[in-house]
């Protein structure tokens, strides 16, 4: 707790300095000014800390403006915040988005990879006025076939769960390197000032790969993700110590400007530090959470009929409050789904797995369109690679599909995407992207698109090197754009 220099009981105080920074030296200036030495130094430890003076006021303190005010994109975007929903674990494309009847016709056969084909259990049918085809299992989302654009063609570097699933968030396999949404709250700022600029929602644990899949690397610690619990079942326990127990807000408020004079001090004597800045930014932010976060992540606050719309559940709840996050101004906002990895049972568990989302996505469509905010908000949805169209370990009563790197599927809709598009082909089985490829690379840079941001001039100076999300690569993906 820092002395209330403002506080002074009487007592005679001629001859000390109240300029705080006369207490605050660098060792050559220590030494400079010792004089008299110990003498002086004791003489110093006798005077009661009160009487040195009063803190400024916090109008007086040398702030700057906060790094995550909103900035100018490099050219009108049509969107201006994301709701990425990543289905972790890998989802199987052609059970989903990508009808294969060429397999279904083979189910069982014997394929010239030596694999056995294994037909999609699930029925594919058309929707909307585009004739967009998707399968049974999203059968609520479909009722919005027309605002969706299908990318069928995405392909990945490796199949593997962590590290393909830092790749997608990140544009990076080995190197940490920020995630997307730290990039784009780096290159936008955000509107909302009370809250942070990035928050992930996840279920629990933490997710595969660990939270850099959220983090900033070495772009500030300002623009990383704020992660939410969000199996909690109160504000209070979905963000901890969201509410000080000990100190009114008045208090804390004089504390802050006390830390920052401190480190206005600190600057002019030394030098500014980049991680101390960082942990002064975050202090600031969860001040002003106080109010702001209790409030957004309050569902009671929603209708009946809206909550009942997005469901009970653990995903209807994410997206809920994904909504509310992104009426209030925050940038990104990433929902982890996880639980993808059907290696086995794959009609039961797919099924069960999309059952989670498929309702509270149809909603979230719904939603936003009804308060205007799909044609400002970008929604995305898929996970970190895609699977093989035949069984895994062969012989199981009840297969599922092993990892494939080769092809995926990954949905969009809202800001800058062009509804009842379908962008790219697999091969007849699905086995691997032929016609117009999409890398995770060619992904990100669409998405910054979308938000105004051209990804090659999206750049971060670090260790003598421009870095970007897109490292030196990546192509927009123009024909799923308005």
Not at 102 to 130: E, H, V
Not at 144 to 161: E, N
Not at 232 to 245: D, E, G, K, L, P
Request: charge should be neutral; hydrophobic fraction near 35%; glycine fraction near 10%.
């Amino acid at each position: 707790m820092p002395h209330d220099f403002s506080q002074n009981p009487g007592h005679a105080c001629h001859g000390i300095s109240t300029d705080l920074a006369d207490y605050f030296l660098t060792r050559r200036q220590l030494l400079s000014r010792v004089g008299m030495g110990v003498g002086a130094l004791g003489l110093a430890s006798l005077v009661p800390s009160q009487l040195i003076g009063a803190t400024p006021s916090a109008s007086d303190l040398k702030i700057g403006p906060s790094p995550l005010l909103p900035k100018p994109p490099h050219f009108p975007g049509k969107a201006k915040s994301i709701i990425h929903i990543f289905a972790q674990g890998a989802p199987s494309h052609v059970d989903t988005w990508d009808p294969k009847p060429t397999l279904t016709r083979l189910n069982n056969k014997t394929l010239a990879d030596g694999g056995i084909a294994m037909g999609s259990p699930f029925q594919f049918k058309q929707y909307g006025a585009s004739g967009l085809e998707i399968s049974e299992v999203f059968a609520k989302t479909a009722a919005h076939a027309d605002d969706l654009a299908v990318i069928r063609s995405m392909w990945t570097d490796i199949p593997a769960h962590d590290v393909a699933t830092v790749f997608m968030n990140t544009g990076s396999l080995r190197l940490t390197k920020p995630s997307l949404g730290s990039w784009l709250v780096y290159g936008l700022g955000t509107e909302n000032q009370n809250l942070p600029g990035f928050i992930a929602l996840r279920s629990g644990k933490l997710p595969t790969g660990g939270a850099g899949n959220y983090g900033s690397a070495f772009l500030p610690g300002t623009f990383q993700g704020a992660s939410i619990n969000t199996t909690a079942a109160t504000v209070q326990q979905m963000i901890q110590n969201i509410r000080n127990s000990y100190v009114a807000p008045h208090e804390q408020r004089r504390q802050l400007d006390f830390v920052h004079q401190l480190n206005e001090v600190h600057a002019q004597n030394l030098q500014r530090e980049a991680a101390l800045e960082t942990r002064l930014e975050s202090y600031e932010i969860a001040f002003r959470m106080q109010a702001e976060a209790t409030d957004a992540f309050d569902l009671s606050k929603e209708t009946e009929a809206t909550r009942a719309n997005y469901g009970n559940t653990q995903q209807g709840k994410q997206l809920l409050i994904a909504r509310r996050l992104i009426e209030r101004g925050v940038r990104v906002v990433q929902v982890w789904h996880d639980g993808w990895d059907h290696h086995q049972d794959l009609r039961e568990k797919l099924s069960t797995k999309a059952g989670e989302i498929d309702g509270p996505l149809s909603a979230l469509f719904a939603d936003l369109k009804q308060r205007g905010l799909l044609d400002s908000t970008l929604v995305v949805w898929g996970g970190e690679f895609g699977r093989k169209p035949t069984k895994d370990r062969n012989g199981y009563e009840n297969p599922g599909r092993d990892h494939n790197a080769k092809a995926f599927s990954v949905v969009m809709a809202g800001g800058g995407i062009k509804g009842g598009t379908v962008h790219g082909a697999t091969d007849e089985f699905g086995a691997a992207a032929v016609t117009d490829r999409v890398h995770v690379h060619d992904l990100h840079a669409t998405m910054l698109h979308c938000l105004g941001l051209d990804h090659t001039k999206l750049t971060y100076r670090f260790n003598g090197r421009d870095f970007r999300l897109t490292d030196v690569a990546g192509e927009v993906v123009k024909p799923v754009l308005t």
